[in-house]
Nanobody, 118 residues
Framework: QVQIVESGGGLVQPGGSLTLHCAAS????????MGWYRQAPGSQRELVAT???????NYADSVKGRFTISRDNRKNKVDLEMTSLKPEYTDVYSC????????????WGQGTKVTVSS
């Protein structure tokens, strides 16, 4: 079992920056992939960024050059630094922990709300 705690969401003005934090505990392996996804009410989750245990990253095209994901393997934590924020980035952001080789190993946090508004 994996437990996920997210933090860092809140209100930020357009053009500003915000950093989301995710801490995972439980059965965490070095081969797991950790990342962030966004989801609007009534919509499916969309990829924002992921990072593997070896440091390999994967970003949605829309956030490349704007967002940076980082991982602390020792503490099982992952951060998402968001810059140049626009109102369209307003959403609930959820942390995910998964293993692509084990379908059942897929865990989600409850999400943290990011609001970009003046």
């Amino acid at each position: 079992q994996v437990q996920i705690v997210e933090s860092g969401g809140g209100l930020v003005q357009p053009g500003g920056s915000l950093t989301l934090h995710c801490a995972a505990s439980g059965r965490i392996f070095s081969t797991t992939i950790m990342g962030w996804y966004r989801q609007a009410p009534g919509s499916q989750r969309e990829l924002v960024a992921t990072v593997a245990g070896n440091g390999d990253t994967n970003y949605a095209d829309s956030v490349k050059g704007r967002f940076t994901i980082s991982r602390d393997n020792r503490k099982n934590k992952v951060d998402l630094e968001m810059t140049s924020l626009k109102p369209e980035y307003t959403d609930v952001y959820s942390c995910n922990v998964r293993n692509e080789l084990v379908v059942a190993y897929n865990y989600w946090g409850q999400g943290t709300k990011v609001t970009v508004s003046s």
